[in-house]
């Protein structure tokens, strides 16, 4: 079965760091980009980021609003992904969620399409 | 930043009826749009991707369509478990990765 189970979500406070990690079973990790989306309490989705697979190099993307302060990487070896969130701030505040992303190539340039598999999520709450 | 808009941000239909949920992207993104459905306390669950194609196990009742900036997705015969929120999703022009607001599906 293809599953991705998130972990790492905590309360913590203004300006800490956190680590999320996404692992992924029952398909082959390296060959697919993973992405973050995260979805603040009562609003909509929120696209924080993504890495390539490693095909792709494994080089990433990310939103405005993380930028700087998030770091998505992935350990194949484990099937894990991971979103490092330092500088947190209270609109951090979020269900955070993974997800296996599909893709296709154009003369070697990868473009993204749609996630098809996502975990249940996990909660970071940034407060003092 | 490509932006998305969905229409209406609630739509009241009675069970058995066909549903029609409008997406609007701010400029062009060819057939790149995935339409997701979220339940309550849930993750998001992919419906439709390049516009048009069901995913895997999605029902016939679901159905996309619309290409470049106007899109529809159309749900037939509403079952109960229908009536929850869907996202428009654009990867065509990135970063960032766009969605819409939502639309909240309600029994009428």
């Known amino acids: 079965e293809v599953q991705l189970v998130e972990s790492g979500g905590a309360l913590v406070q203004p300006g800490r760091s956190l680590r999320l990690s996404c692992t992924a079973s029952g398909f082959s990790f390296g060959d697919y980009a993973m992405s973050w989306v995260r979805q603040a309490p009562g609003k909509g989705l929120e696209w924080v980021g993504f890495i390539r697979g490693q095909a792709y190099g494994e080089t990433t993307e990310y939103a405005a609003s993380v930028k700087g302060r998030f770091t998505i990487s992935t350990d194949d070896s484990k099937s894990i992904a991971y979103l490092q969130m330092n500088s947190l701030k209270t609109e951090d505040t979020a269900v955070y969620y993974c997800?296996?992303?599909?893709?296709?190539?154009?003369?070697?340039?990868?473009?993204?399409?749609?996630?098809?598999?996502w975990g249940q999520g996990t909660t970071v709450i940034v407060s003092s | 930043e490509i932006v998305m808009t969905q229409s209406p941000a609630t739509l009241s239909v009675s069970p058995g009826e066909r549903a029609t949920l409008s997406c609007r992207a701010s400029q062009s993104v060819r057939s790149n749009l995935a339409w997701y459905q979220q339940k309550p306390g849930q993750a998001p669950r992919l419906l439709i991707y390049g516009a048009s194609a069901r995913a895997t196990g999605v029902p016939a009742r679901f159905s996309g369509s619309g290409s470049g900036t106007e899109f529809t997705l159309t749900i037939s015969s509403l079952q109960s478990e229908d009536f929850v929120v869907y996202y428009c999703?654009?990867?065509?022009?990135?970063?960032?990765?766009?969605f819409g607001q939502g639309t909240r599906l309600e029994i009428k």
């Open positions: 997800s296996r992303d599909n893709y296709y190539d154009s003369s070697g340039n990868y473009f993204p399409s749609a996630s098809d598999v």
């Open positions: 999703q654009q990867y065509d022009n990135w970063p960032p990765i766009t």
